[in-house]
């Protein structure tokens, strides 16, 4: 069964991220800089869209108990070289 993943924006470069799978849920906190959602976007999809897409792109490689709980999304990349360019073609 694939993740529900669920994105509220309870500032303005602050997201909530519900995951749930297999009965069991967790919660993070992600903040998005204004210029990593230009750099990744180009303006061209919602900030609350990347938030999805790159939790969609985590998943695939590690269980929502392993993601962090509050981050900066621009981390992802120190720890998959390959997410800015996959989650551009994703977009």
């Known amino acids: ?35 990593d959602y230009l750099r990744l976007t180009g303006g061209k999809a919602d900030a ?6 790159s939790f ?4 695939e490689r590690e269980p929502k108990e ?3 709980p509050q981050f900066d999304l621009a981390v992802i990349s120190r720890y998959f070289p390959k997410y800015e360019q996959e989650i551009k073609d994703r977009l």
């Open 56 to 59: 969609e792109f985590l998943l």
């Open 66 to 68: 392993s993601i962090l």
């Open 48 to 53: 609350s869209e990347l938030v999805k897409k």
């Open 1 to 35: 069964m694939a993740a529900k993943i669920e994105v509220e924006r309870p500032g303005e470069n602050e997201f909530r991220v519900r995951v749930t799978e297999s009965g069991t849920q967790t919660t993070h906190l992600v903040t998005v800089k204004p210029e």
